[in-house]
C-alpha cells in the first residue's frame, strides 16, 4: 500500500485560521474528499480530483477516502474546524477498525485545525480561561438521556460548557431542552454566548444569561457557551479566571 491519507482541519471559515501544515497537505494532496462546502475552502488545482459529498455520509466518506489511499492516492480528507472535534478523524479510524485489515498498514495521519470552541472563545475574550468541556447536542449518534445526563453532570461540577450542534432544521428544540436540564442546576444570571460563523468576517455574538437566553438564536453556525460560576464580563469582554482559590481576608 503506498498511498496515503491526510485528515486536515481547515478551520472555523477564515483562510489565516487554516494552519501552514493543513495547507501543506493540501497541496500535496491527489485527491480530497469532503463536505462539499469544505472543500470550496480549499484553493482549486487542475491536477486535484475532488469528491465531494454530503454531510450525513461520514463512514461512507472514510470508505471511500481509505479505498483511494489503498489504490495509491494521496488522500486528503477535509473536515471543517479540528478534524478530531465532533469530525471525520474519528470517522477514518472507525472504518478503519470495521474494514480491510489493510487499511491499518497505510500512512494515515490527522493534521490539527483551529476548532469552533476556540474561535467562539476567541470572538469574546477568554471564557474557556477556567476548566471546560465540549458536548454535542446531535443525538444523531447517541441517545438524548445520554446528552441529558453528560449536561447535568458538567453543570453540577461546574465547568464551562461548549454546545456543539446546538441546533439544525431536523432538531430545532433540543438546545430549548438543554437550558431547561442547565437551569435546574445553575443560577440564572449565568453567562451564555451564542457566537455565530466565529472567526469569519460575519461572526456575531449575542451574550445573555441562562434565564433569559433564548435557544432561536442558535442555528447550525453557532458554537454556544455556557459559563461556569465564576465566567464574568469586564468592559466589553467576557472571561473565566484562571484561579478559583478563594481570595484570603
Ligand atoms: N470539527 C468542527 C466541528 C463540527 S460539528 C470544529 O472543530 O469546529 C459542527 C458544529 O460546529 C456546528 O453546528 C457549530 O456548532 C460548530 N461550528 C463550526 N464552525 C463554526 C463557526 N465558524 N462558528 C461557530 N460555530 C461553528
Redesign the pocket.
Known sequence: MTGSLVVV?TG??KAELMTPATQTALARATDLVGYGPYLDRVPKRAWQRRHASDNKVELERACHALSLAAAGRRVAVV?????G???MAAAVFEAVEAGDRRWRDLDIRVEP?V???L??AAEVGAPLGGDFCAI?LSDNLKAWSTIERRLKAAAEADFVIA????ASKARPHQLGHAFDVLRQVKVKDTAVLF??????ADAKVVATALGAADPSCAD????VIIGASTTRQVGRWIYTPRSEREVAS
Open positions: 482541519g472555523p471559515g473536515s471543517g474546524g479540528d478534524p472535534v465532533f469530525a485545525g476548532t469552533a470552541m474561535a467562539a454535542s454546545l456543539y450542534n446546538p457566537v455565530r460563523a466565529a472567526g469569519t447550525m453556525r453557532t458554537l
